[in-house]
């Protein structure tokens, strides 16, 4: 009795309290964030592979480029008021760019901006000293810009206060996903795609709680110092039979949180790689899980017999359909995807420098951004 | 407990013509710190700021008479307040250095987050700009930036329309004093 006492206390502590690993993770994101770094961000989704190679010297200074199926496809530079961009592909690019000011507008792309200035008074030249350029012309660089080079704006990214409107949502930018990654998962630590806040666990295969054969990653590198923080998904409720309220029954259906997957590895304090799968294959591959029954409650029927693929596509597609009907804060877009993003040189020297021999150009409010990166809000 | 009062960026509004209530989000004369010594009035400094930011001209302004009217115990033991102007003499942006008394617990996170939050209408968003963490708000017309350096605390505000506000930022960040 004693020995299967001490067994139970020693398995039932997954590995460590909870609250202190949410906190020593929280606190390496939020040294990751003061520091410089560079990351290199892959994400898969529906066959597609799209990678931003990112290097951030501080929150006025970083470069994002942008590949898609191994093909380049945008690079972008913002120096402090100045921001460069090269459209590879500017019928790709300037979907990706568009997305985060406007509608997608595949076809015919408007001129961009005729005059470089934006205000009604002359401003001085203010030109950072290390840039050399060519000069201005005419149609403010969107013909360079279609012909894939360099173009730069020495006021395109003169937006400083503006903070606050990043969206943490996945899956529009790609090169905002990429720079607001740390924001995206302090989101999903506290609760981001759920009703509940996920929990974290320092990596344990030890533990109780831990099973393999739900753990889509590689196990952190112990020998080399490395551990893995884990953002555990919440389980559902019990299902509840008593309730005959679709409305109710609806609200207890889970969100973005459930289907995730999120880990950080950590060496020395500070993240090396952040993975994240959302998968709703994984889920249903549970012989326990009575997702397609809570389904079934709200009227929607899925076969179990479907091979699993399509079973988790009509589940998705049910989700979709029924996050019309729920409050916002539970229905953060379910996406599937495999991410990776591995950084290097965090903290050390990272310079970014705007492209010598560039033309001058003027992106108006065409591809706008608001300040991507911060520290937090005071 | 002594009471502390200090001014901040009051001359800004003034230059700029706004009204305290209009640009701050607080009173203009907050209680800072409960242990500064009492008595000595801030005095209006010179401190060497460069003649020039960018291309624009820096200028000390005037801010006896805002400070004359302080009376109490201040956190505050000088105050330095530049213009920022164009060639045609345009205002562009305003610096405001205050230097802290020794005792004025400006060390402390809680005093310099009180401080933060009474620049601007909007909550201060922290930016890294370099090495430095700067406290960025917005206010009618006006964005503003604060720093901490040592004793001294800087703010910047800087005209909506200016062009180039983080070239600017960036620039003012060098000053060392």
Same mark, same amino acid.
């Given at each position: 009795?004693?020995?299967?006492?001490? $067994?139970? *206390? &020693?398995?039932?502590?997954?590995?460590?309290?909870?609250?202190?690993?949410?906190?020593?993770?929280?606190?390496?994101?939020?040294?990751?964030?003061?520091?410089?770094?560079? $990351?290199?961000?892959?994400?898969?989704?529906?066959?597609? @592979?799209?990678?931003?190679?990112?290097?951030?010297?501080?929150? $006025?200074?970083?470069?994002?480029?942008?590949?898609?199926?191994? @093909?380049?496809? +945008? +690079? #972008?530079? =913002?120096?402090?008021?100045?921001?460069?961009?090269?459209?590879?592909?500017? #019928?790709?690019?300037?979907?990706?760019?568009?997305?985060?000011?406007?509608?997608?507008?595949?076809?015919?792309?408007?001129? $961009?901006?005729?005059?470089?200035?934006? +205000?009604?008074?002359?401003?001085? *030249?203010?030109?950072?000293?290390?840039?050399?350029?060519?000069?201005?012309?005419?149609?403010?660089?969107?013909?360079?810009?279609?012909?894939?080079?360099?173009?730069?704006?020495? =006021?395109?990214?003169?937006?400083?206060?503006?903070?606050?409107?990043?969206?943490?949502?996945?899956?529009?930018?790609?090169?905002?996903?990429?720079?607001?990654?740390?924001?995206?998962?302090?989101?999903?630590?506290?609760?981001?795609?759920?009703?509940?806040? *996920?929990?974290?666990?320092?990596?344990?295969?030890?533990?109780?709680?831990?099973?393999?054969?739900?753990?889509?990653?590689?196990?952190?590198?112990?020998?080399?110092?490395?551990?893995?923080?884990?953002?555990?998904?919440?389980?559902?409720?019990?299902?509840?039979?008593?309730?005959?309220?679709? +409305?109710?029954?609806?609200?207890?259906?889970?969100?973005?949180?459930?289907?995730?997957?999120?880990?950080?590895?950590?060496? *020395?304090?500070?993240?090396?790689?952040?993975?994240?799968?959302?998968?709703?294959?994984?889920?249903?591959?549970?012989?326990?899980?009575?997702?397609?029954?809570?389904?079934?409650?709200?009227?929607?029927?899925?076969?179990?017999?479907?091979?699993?693929? #399509?079973?988790?596509?009509?589940? &998705?597609?049910? &989700? @979709?359909?029924?996050?019309?009907?729920?409050?916002?804060?539970?229905?953060?877009?379910?996406?599937?995807?495999?991410?990776?993003?591995?950084?290097?040189?965090?903290?050390?020297?990272? @310079?970014?420098?705007?492209?010598?021999?560039?033309?001058?150009?003027?992106?108006?409010?065409?591809?706008?951004?608001?300040?991507?990166?911060?520290?937090?809000?005071? | 407990?002594?009471?502390?009062?200090?001014?901040?960026?009051?001359?800004?509004?003034?230059?700029?013509?706004?009204?305290?209530?209009?640009?701050?989000?607080?009173?203009?004369?907050?209680?800072?710190?409960?242990?500064?010594?009492?008595?000595?009035?801030?005095?209006?400094?010179?401190?060497?700021?460069?003649?020039?930011?960018?291309?624009?001209?820096?200028?000390?302004?005037?801010?006896?008479?805002?400070?004359?009217?302080?009376?109490?115990?201040?956190?505050?033991?000088?105050?330095?307040?530049?213009?920022?102007?164009?060639?045609?003499?345009?205002?562009?942006?305003?610096?405001?250095?205050?230097?802290?008394?020794?005792?004025?617990?400006?060390?402390?996170?809680?005093?310099?987050?009180?401080?933060?939050?009474?620049?601007?209408?909007?909550?201060?968003?922290?930016?890294?700009?370099?090495?430095?963490?700067?406290?960025?708000?917005?206010?009618?017309?006006?964005?503003?930036?604060?720093?901490?350096?040592?004793?001294?605390?800087?703010?910047?505000?800087?005209?909506?329309?200016?062009?180039?506000?983080?070239?600017?930022?960036?620039?003012?960040?060098?000053?060392?004093?």
């Amino acid at each position: 009795m004693l020995v299967g006492l001490l $067994l139970v *206390s &020693l398995l039932v502590p997954a590995c460590t309290k909870r609250d202190d690993a949410t906190s020593e993770l929280l606190g390496i994101l939020n040294r990751a964030t003061g520091s410089s770094y560079r $990351l290199q961000y892959s994400e898969s989704t529906t066959g597609q @592979k799209l990678v931003v190679k990112t290097a951030v010297e501080d929150d $006025l200074r970083y470069q994002a480029d942008v590949t898609l199926e191994g @093909k380049s496809v +945008s +690079s #972008e530079i =913002v120096r402090d008021d100045a921001r460069a961009l090269r459209f590879f592909n500017y #019928e790709q690019a300037s979907r990706i760019y568009l997305a985060t000011v406007a509608p997608v507008v595949p076809a015919a792309v408007p001129a $961009l901006s005729p005059s470089p200035s934006v +205000s009604p008074a002359p401003a001085p *030249s203010a030109t950072p000293a290390d840039v050399t350029v060519t000069p201005a012309v005419a149609n403010g660089g969107l013909e360079q810009l279609r012909s894939g080079d360099w173009v730069v704006d020495k =006021v395109g990214a003169t937006n400083l206060a503006n903070t606050s409107s990043v969206s943490v949502k996945a899956g529009k930018d790609p090169v905002v996903d990429a720079l607001t990654l740390f924001r995206y998962v302090q989101s999903a630590i506290n609760g981001g795609g759920g009703p509940s806040s *996920s929990a974290v666990v320092k990596f344990n295969p030890e533990s109780i709680d831990y099973n393999p054969r739900f753990d889509p990653f590689q196990h952190p590198d112990a020998a080399h110092g490395e551990l893995r923080y884990d953002v555990v998904p919440p389980e559902l409720p019990p299902r509840d039979t008593s309730i005959t309220s679709a +409305s109710q029954l609806i609200q207890g259906l889970p969100g973005v949180s459930y289907f995730r997957h999120l880990s950080v590895y950590v060496r *020395s304090g500070l993240p090396t790689r952040i993975q994240e799968s959302i998968s709703i294959e994984r889920r249903l591959s549970d012989p326990q899980n009575d997702l397609i029954q809570r389904l079934a409650d709200v009227g929607t029927k899925i076969s179990n017999t479907l091979p699993l693929k #399509e079973r988790a596509t009509a589940v &998705l597609a049910a &989700l @979709k359909r029924l996050e019309k009907d729920r409050p916002a804060a539970t229905t953060q877009e379910i996406r599937p995807r495999e991410l990776r993003a591995d950084f290097t040189e965090t903290g050390g020297a990272v @310079k970014v420098t705007l492209p010598d021999g560039a033309t001058i150009g003027s992106f108006g409010p065409r591809f706008a951004r608001t300040q991507l990166l911060s520290q937090g809000s005071q | 407990m002594t009471r502390v009062r200090m001014r901040v960026a009051i001359a800004t509004l003034v230059l700029f013509g706004l009204s305290a209530g209009g640009a701050h989000a607080a009173s203009p004369s907050p209680e800072v710190s409960p242990s500064a010594s009492p008595s000595a009035p801030v005095k209006p400094a010179s401190f060497r700021v460069p003649a020039t930011l960018l291309d624009l001209k820096v200028k000390p302004e005037d801010t006896s008479g805002v400070l004359s009217g302080e009376k109490g115990n201040l956190a505050s033991q000088e105050i330095g307040f530049y213009s920022v102007r164009r060639a045609d003499n345009f205002l562009l942006a305003t610096i405001e250095v205050i230097r802290f008394k020794p005792d004025s617990g400006y060390q402390a996170a809680d005093f310099k987050a009180g401080l933060v939050g009474l620049i601007g209408l909007t909550r201060a968003q922290t930016l890294r700009v370099g090495h430095t963490l700067v406290h960025v708000s917005g206010s009618k017309g006006l964005t503003n930036g604060v720093w901490f350096d040592g004793p001294y605390m800087y703010v910047l505000a800087i005209r909506g329309e200016f062009e180039h506000p983080k070239d600017l930022l960036r620039a003012a960040l060098e000053i060392k004093l």
